[in-house]
C-alpha cells in the first residue's frame, strides 16, 4: 500500500487509538504506562505527528505488543475501508477544498470515530464496486459535482477568456475560427500541427487529437476527418491550457483513465476557455433573448445560430449551460449526449449533467432508458434519413415531456448528426430545462403546438405504463417495488 507521509501518520494513528480501545486502555492509562504525555498520544492519534523510534517502543512495551505490529502500515479488519480509501489517494488528489471541505477536519473525523467511519466508507466502496465505479469515474462525478455546485459558471474563466481577447486586439463582433487559432498556437505558443497518420498508428483512428508536450515546443496530432468547427475547439482548448497556465493535463480525452482529479479538472478549465473563446457570451446573450422571445419553434434558426457561431452543437449546448443560469434565471437544466449505432437498439449516455438537479436523466445501469425521450428518438430519425439517403445537416427537434411518476415538465431540445471519426455511430445531445414560471416567462415559444408533448419515465424496468408501445423490457425493479409494498401493507395488518 503506497501511502504518503500524512497518510502514513493517519495509519499510525488510527492503529495506535484502536490497539489502545481493545486493551481498554484509556488516555492516561496509556500516558502512565508509557512515560508520555497525553496531549502528544492525542496529536498521535489524531495523524497529526509520527513518534521517533524510541516513543514508539515505549507505546508498544505499554500496549504489550511488538515494535513491528504498531509500525506495520497493516489495518485491523475493521479498519480495512479506510486502508482502502487511502491507499486509492482519493484524499489526496481530490481538493476537497473545491467542495467546501477541510482536508485536516476530515482526516480527524476519520481519527475520532475510525470504527464507525470505517462502516460507513465500506458501505460507499461496496456500493461502487457493484456499480463497476473505478476512481476515474468517481474523479468524473465529482467534476459533475463541481460544476453542478457553481451553476456550471466560472467567472474567473470567463474574465481570462476576455482578456486574452483584449490582448490581442480581436473585435468585439469578430468570431474566432480554426484558421485564427491555429496561427495563434504556432506563433505565439510554438506548438506544431499535424494531421494523425492512421496508417502509421491505426489505434489512432478513433482519436480526435493527442498532445505530445515537449521543452521546444508542444506537438498536436489532429484527426483528419475533424471539421472545421471541431478543430477550431481543439485549438482553442489548447490555447486555454497554456493561457491558463494548466501544467498536468490529458495528452487526449479519447482516454477514459486519468492519473488525477487535478488532469479532468484542468481540462475542464481549458475547455470552458475554448467554448468562452469561441462563442463569445456578449455576442450570444442577445441573440438567445431573440431566439427566446420568437413565439414559434423554429429548429432551422437555433442550427443557424449553431453554425454561426462556428461550433459544434454540443459545445453549443453546452455553452448554454454556462449563461441561462445567470443570465436568463433559468437554473434547473441538464445536459446529456447519447452515443447509438446505426440500426441497433442500443443507446450509451456518454455524458450528463445536471443543475439544480430535479428529475432527469441519469447514468443507469443495466436498464433501458425510456425509447420515448426525444434524446433516443431524433437519432433514430438520424439514423432513417441516412439510410434513405435524406440527410443533408444536424437534425434538432423538441419535445415537452411529462414524468409520469413526479409530474415534472421539461422542455427538451435535441440535436443529431453523425460522428466524424466512427463509422455508423450517430451522437445526439440534449439541453432540458424544466417547465416552470421563470422559464415560461422567458421561451416564448414554448405553446407552439408544433413541439409534441409526450408522457416519459427514466428506464423501462421502473415504468408503469405497461400498455406503452415503445417498450423493450418488463417492469422488473418496479414490480419488486410492489410487492415489497403488498407484503408491508399485509405485515402491518397482522401486528395491528
Known amino acids: 500500500m503506497a501511502l504518503n507521509t500524512d497518510n502514513v501518520r493517519l495509519v499510525f494513528g488510527l492503529k495506535l487509538k484502536q490497539l489502545r480501545l481493545d486493551k481498554g486502555l484509556s488516555l492516561n492509562e496509556l500516558s502512565q ?77 476519520l481519527s475520532d470515530a475510525p470504527t464507525k467511519i470505517s462502516a460507513f466508507v465500506g458501505t460507499l466502496i461496496e456500493i461502487a464496486r457493484n456499480y463497476n465505479m473505478s ?62 497518420n492512421e496508417k502509421l498508428n491505426p489505434e489512432f483512428a478513433s482519436v480526435r487529437s493527442l498532445t505530445i508536450t515537449r ?17 477550431a475547439f481543439i485549438y482553442g482548448r489548447e490555447i486555454g491550457y497554456v493561457y491558463l497556465k494548466l501544467k498536468n493535463r490529458l495528452h487526449t480525452t479519447a482516454l477514459v483513465e486519468a492519473e488525477s482529479f487535478e488532469q479532468l479538472l484542468n481540462n475542464f478549465k481549458a475547455s470552458y476557455f475554448a467554448s468562452a473563446i469561441i462563442i463569445k457570451r456578449s455576442l450570444l446573450i442577445p441573440k438567445l433573448k431573440d431566439f427566446f422571445a420568437l413565439t414559434t419553434w423554429q429548429p432551422e434558426k437555433l442550427v443557424a445560430l449553431v453554425e454561426e457561431f462556428n ?130 416567462n422567458t421561451i416564448k415559444f414554448l405553446d407552439d403546438p408544433a413541439i409534441p408533448s409526450r408522457d416519459v419515465n427514466e428506464t423501462c424496468e421502473r415504468c408503469s405504463l405497461f400498455d406503452c408501445k415503445e417498450r423493450i423490457a418488463a417492469p422488473v425493479i418496479l414490480q419488486k417495488k410492489h410487492k415489497n409494498e403488498e407484503l408491508r401493507k399485509a405485515l402491518r395488518r397482522l401486528i395491528n
Open 311 to 440: 461550433t459544434t452543437p454540443e459545445s453549443f449546448c453546452y455553452r448554454l449551460s454556462n449563461v441561462l443560469p445567470t443570465h436568463f434565471g433559468i437554473k434547473q437544466i441538464f445536459f446529456s449526449r447519447f452515443n447509438n449505432f446505426a440500426g441497433q437498439n442500443l443507446f450509451e449516455m456518454t455524458k450528463e449533467m445536471h443543475i439544480s438537479r430535479k428529475h432527469n436523466p441519469h447514468t443507469v445501469k443495466d436498464e433501458h432508458y425510456c425509447r420515448r425521450w426525444i434524446a433516443l428518438t431524433v437519432l433514430n430519425d438520424l439514423a432513417e434519413s441516412i439510410k434513405n439517403k435524406t440527410y443533408f445537416s444536424t437534425i434538432c427537434k423538441a419535445q415537452k415531456s411529462r414524468y409520469i411518476d413526479t409530474k415534472d415538465n421539461y422542455l427538451i431540445i435535441s440535436f443529431a448528426q453523425p460522428t466524424a471519426t466512427t463509422p455508423n455511430l450517430n451522437v445526439s445531445v440534449s439541453m432540458g430545462v424544466y417547465l416552470d414560471d421563470q422559464t415560461s
Open 33 to 109: 504506562k508509557s512515560g508520555l504525555s497525553i496531549s502528544y498520544i492525542n496529536e498521535i492519534e489524531k495523524g497529526k505527528k509520527y513518534p521517533k523510534s524510541d516513543k514508539i517502543i515505549a507505546l508498544a512495551g505499554a500496549m504489550d505488543v511488538d515494535y513491528d505490529t504498531l509500525v506495520s502500515l497493516k489495518l485491523s479488519k475493521r479498519l480495512e475501508p479506510i486502508s482502502e480509501l487511502l491507499s486509492s489517494n482519493i484524499l489526496t488528489e481530490l481538493p476537497l477544498e473545491l467542495f467546501g471541505i477541510d482536508p485536516a477536519s476530515l482526516l480527524e473525523l
Open 135 to 196: 476512481v476515474e469515474k468517481f474523479y468524473f462525478s465529482a467534476l459533475r459535482t463541481y460544476q453542478e455546485m457553481h451553476d456550471n459558471c466560472f467567472e474567473d474563466i470567463e474574465l481570462e477568456a476576455e482578456r486574452f481577447m483584449e490582448e490581442r486586439g480581436i473585435p468585439a463582433e469578430k468570431l474566432l475560427d480554426e484558421t485564427y487559432l491555429a496561427e495563434v498556437l504556432k506563433t505565439e505558443y510554438n506548438y506544431k500541427i499535424e494531421d494523425i
Open 215 to 231: 521543452p521546444q515546443g508542444n506537438r498536436l496530432l489532429v484527426n483528419v476527418h475533424l471539421s472545421s468547427v471541431q478543430r
